[in-house]
């Protein structure tokens, strides 16, 4: 792993025991593909990370010393994915947000991770409980989806899926839910809960899918199930819980745009 | 501010950016009053702690040498306030908590805060939202409460008070909520949202409180509010938005027999 950390615009070799990150999750993180030493959703990344420092009222340091900082870290990389993890920065004890606080910031450079042709997905206990100040943006408080991730590690599964706490289907633990019926590609809103996902975001302005409140019938009904993010692109899944799934042409046909506006998506399978 | 770090039972100056505390507010913390080397409420927290690590599932180093290191931190302290962090650790990318995660956790003195005759509150618009799966423990997901408490600055008050997503009224940002109504004192539950105070707990027990679900009408009703928790013990509430309440005997009462069994806690507004 490749690794800088920032506060501001000065380079820290460290992070402090007083960041409001570690003691607080206060602060917000963007996980990227990198291809041939780009980042090709980079604009769809920032746009998120702008509206999360807005909500959050963390100060954004200056994108373009961002952009000059990313560019020399993935500088020769062929493919991988670089997480920006951007804190409030350090605080005394308590909640209260210092006025002043510089953010503190870091990249880190990782390899791309593996892509199973098709994912089994636990159905998680652990809900994710609606919060509408909070829902939407990536932010650094995530208990839901470690607990979550951790049943998906106990029941040999790929992914899992999150319901919230009312019972509505809203996402897997790391990727957005795609569910397909009637010839058509639905996903759940991101204003109660969950993340707006940049590959999700995509999807919906080509008009390649649509936002729709989903039952666990829809899921269980639906003729295909993929998932999507902004590392793997979009996957398949075959199984959740005892429901199985066949390989289905939404996908390959959903998976064939997507190649062709980011060709780093393509053929996923084989990408590892 | 005195600092000291350990990976499990070894010393560390720094905290590594692949803390999952930093990336996930993967962890747990406690904030105790020191009270002449001592920390009097010590095996409450110890107790709640324990508590938070069975059910986030994080490794609790050995409470021996956790009480050792805290001996050596607080000795010939007379008054201040020891916080303690436990992360899960280090980690690679991803939720999925390593099963081997060496805990990294940390302890830092602060001195005592000032203590207000009585508080201010503010009614926060940022709500909690109703997690089971989180309520109760010391867990570091804490933006909600970062963002009630960034509204209780602009608003020029002491505490905010908090209602969840469906409107009872559960807690201050950094306290537990204490309503007199008809002779008794009553307090939110916290099996939906809300943080199992040490001093809420000292109160249950002793038969001086009662747990209730309440309304903001019960609040707006109440002959007298206060707050509590294990750094300031009980203050009392002077104003909710436009409801003002005079000294209450009450209050007193309850303050005095606080003092009786943690004196630490007498005389709270010449505390500071």
């Given at each position: 792993?490749?690794?800088?950390?920032?506060?501001?615009?000065?380079?820290?070799?460290?992070?402090?025991?007083?960041?409001?990150?570690?003691?607080?999750?206060?602060?917000?993180?963007?996980?990227?593909?990198?291809?041939?030493?780009?980042?090709?959703?980079?604009?769809?990344?920032?746009?998120?990370?702008?509206?999360?420092?807005?909500?959050?009222?963390?100060?954004?340091?200056?994108?373009?010393f961002i952009e000059a900082?990313?560019?020399?870290?993935?500088?020769?990389?062929?493919?991988?994915?670089?997480?920006?993890?951007?804190?409030?920065?350090?605080?005394?004890?308590?909640?209260?947000?210092?006025?002043?606080?510089?953010?503190?910031?870091?990249?880190?450079?990782?390899?791309?991770?593996?892509?199973?042709?098709?994912?089994?997905?636990?159905?998680?206990?652990?809900?994710?409980?609606?919060?509408?100040?909070?829902?939407?943006?990536?932010?650094?408080?995530?208990?839901?989806?470690?607990?979550?991730?951790?049943?998906?590690?106990?029941?040999?599964?790929?992914?899992?899926?999150?319901?919230?706490?009312?019972?509505?289907?809203?996402?897997?633990?790391?990727?957005?839910?795609?569910?397909?019926?009637?010839?058509?590609w639905l996903t759940p809103?991101?204003?109660?809960?969950?993340?707006?996902?940049?590959?999700?975001?995509?999807?919906?302005?080509?008009?390649?899918?649509?936002?729709?409140?989903?039952?666990?019938?829809?899921?269980?009904?639906?003729?295909?199930?993929?998932?999507?993010?902004?590392?793997?692109?979009?996957?398949?899944?075959?199984?959740?819980?005892?429901?199985?799934?066949?390989?289905?042409?939404?996908?390959?046909?959903?998976?064939?745009?997507?190649?062709?506006?980011?060709p780093m998506f393509s053929?996923?399978?084989?990408?590892?």
């Amino acid at each position: 792993m490749t690794y800088a950390g920032y506060i501001g615009r000065e380079c820290v070799g460290e992070i402090s025991v007083a960041n409001r990150g570690l003691n607080y999750g206060d602060g917000l993180f963007e996980t990227m593909r990198v291809h041939r030493g780009a980042l090709p959703l980079w604009p769809r990344h920032l746009a998120r990370l702008r509206d999360g420092v807005k909500r959050l009222g963390i100060a954004l340091p200056d994108p373009v010393f961002i952009e000059a900082r990313i560019e020399e870290t993935i500088a020769g990389t062929e493919a991988g994915v670089l997480k920006l993890l951007l804190t409030r920065g350090d605080g005394g004890r308590g909640y209260a947000p210092p006025v002043d606080a510089q953010p503190v910031w870091t990249l880190a450079l990782h390899p791309l991770p593996s892509m199973p042709a098709a994912l089994r997905l636990h159905l998680c206990e652990t809900r994710l409980a609606i919060q509408p100040a909070l829902a939407g943006i990536k932010h650094c408080n995530r208990l839901e989806q470690v607990l979550a991730r951790a049943e998906v590690e106990r029941a040999g599964c790929e992914e899992g899926m999150m319901r919230d706490t009312e019972g509505r289907p809203a996402c897997a633990t790391s990727a957005n839910l795609l569910v397909y019926r009637d010839g058509r590609w639905l996903t759940p809103p991101v204003e109660r809960c969950g993340v707006a996902g940049v590959l999700r975001g995509w999807l919906l302005e080509q008009g390649l899918a649509e936002v729709a409140d989903l039952t666990a019938n829809d899921v269980e009904c639906a003729d295909a199930l993929a998932l999507c993010n902004a590392v793997r692109g979009i996957l398949p899944v075959s199984m959740l819980g005892a429901r199985a799934w066949a390989a289905h042409p939404a996908i390959t046909d959903l998976q064939a745009r997507l190649a062709m506006a980011y060709p780093m998506f393509s053929n996923p399978a084989v990408a590892a």
